[in-house]
């Protein structure tokens, strides 16, 4: 086999060396301009995005104008890649989902306990020298509502579960088999289930439907001192509603690894800086395990690709 790819943004070593394991050179070309990308994206037969690049009809069609066949995520969300152009240009996509999905489980978990016990506040004023002890709150014993009960929001109730809370979740799809599993409640609308929530977790992809879900209206219908956690994507919830949330009490903590806009611009900053929030630069695949699991499975997926497309 042979083939040339082109790796736009950081993924593990093992991906580079399983390519060429099978005659496909990989050339890393880390932070290339929009006009460099589009000047040589033809020359590819795949290339591999993380969620930084914007892979439009735009991109898709200058690589197919010469020998690109496979657009592959190093990661689970694909709302980065317009899927539609892609196929109308019999692009392959490439995802790998499920990769990640303990990475991001345990970061959620670690998110909401630092807001749950004002941990990062206490952190910051401990540095400065202060001795302050903020009261916090016990998770064990608190409603969590899963908005998006997929991979990652199972793997979260399951670890929820054993701190002791108590887990509703609210998913489009049937998923009564997976809840009943893991003695978790459905719920039949997302404000059915915001009415009785101390913390809300969103596990959902960004799609048209889940734009802005968590917005003015939907806030209103939030416990009053409820936490909202989000390692979804930062376009799932309206920055500007959340801060104005937590300004006037009906979040009592915010804790986020995505961002409207990233990196983050003043808009999402003013909700980052805000002393009841905690806030991560979209680290929730960026551990060891994670990206070595998501190397091997894109280098598998794009071998793969490249050999039935030519088959
Ligand atoms: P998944 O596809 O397994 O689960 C998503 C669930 O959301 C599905 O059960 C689906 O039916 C449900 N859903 C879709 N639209 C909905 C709607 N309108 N209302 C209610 N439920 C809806 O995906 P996953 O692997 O669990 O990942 C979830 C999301 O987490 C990803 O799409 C991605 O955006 C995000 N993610 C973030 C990171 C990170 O670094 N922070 C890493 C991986 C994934």
New binding site residues.
């Given amino acids: 086999m042979h083939g040339r790819v082109l790796i736009v943004e950081p993924v593990d070593s093992k991906l580079d060396e399983i390519l060429a394991r099978h005659g496909i050179r990989a050339e890393r070309r880390i932070g290339l301009t929009r006009a460099e990308l589009l000047s040589s994206v033809s020359e590819y037969d795949a290339i591999v995005v993380r969620s930084h690049t914007l892979v439009d009809a735009a991109l898709l069609e200058a690589g197919a104008r010469g020998r690109l066949k496979v657009v592959a995520r190093a990661?689970?969300?694909i709302?980065n890649i317009d899927v539609e152009a892609a196929a109308r240009l019999g692009i392959r996509i490439v995802n790998v989902?499920?990769a990640?999905?303990q990475s991001?489980a345990e970061?959620t978990i670690a998110l909401m306990i630092m807001a749950a016990r004002r941990a990062l506040e206490a952190n910051l004023r401990l540095r400065r020298g202060e001795w302050y002890r903020p009261l916090g709150v016990e998770l064990h014993g608190k409603r969590l509502l899963i908005?998006?009960?997929?991979?990652?929001?199972r793997r979260v109730a399951e670890i929820a579960r054993a701190i002791g809370m108590r887990v509703s979740a609210?998913?489009?799809?049937d998923?009564r088999e997976e809840a009943a599993a893991r003695g978790v409640d459905l719920v039949e609308s997302?404000e059915a289930g915001l009415r009785e929530a101390d913390v809300v977790s969103l596990?959902?992809?960004?799609?048209p439907?889940?734009y802005h879900?968590i917005n003015r209206t939907t806030l209103q219908k939030f416990k009053r001192g409820s936490i909202l956690v989000n390692?979804?994507?930062g376009k799932v919830m309206d920055t500007n509603a959340v801060l104005e949330a937590l300004d006037n009490g009906i979040l009592s903590a915010v804790a986020i690894?995505?961002h409207e806009n990233e990196p983050p611009t003043e808009r999402e900053l003013r909700l980052i800086r805000h002393p009841r929030v905690v806030a991560t630069p979209?680290?929730?695949?960026?551990t060891l395990e994670a990206q070595r699991r998501i190397a091997e499975l894109v280098a598998a997926g794009i071998i793969r690709a490249l050999d039935t497309m030519r088959g």
């Fill in positions: 990661g689970t969300g709302d989902p499920g990640s999905t991001v970061l908005v998006g009960f997929g991979r990652i929001g609210y998913d489009i799809a998923v997302i596990h959902v992809p960004l799609t439907q889940t879900m390692t979804a994507r690894d995505v979209h680290i929730g695949a960026s």
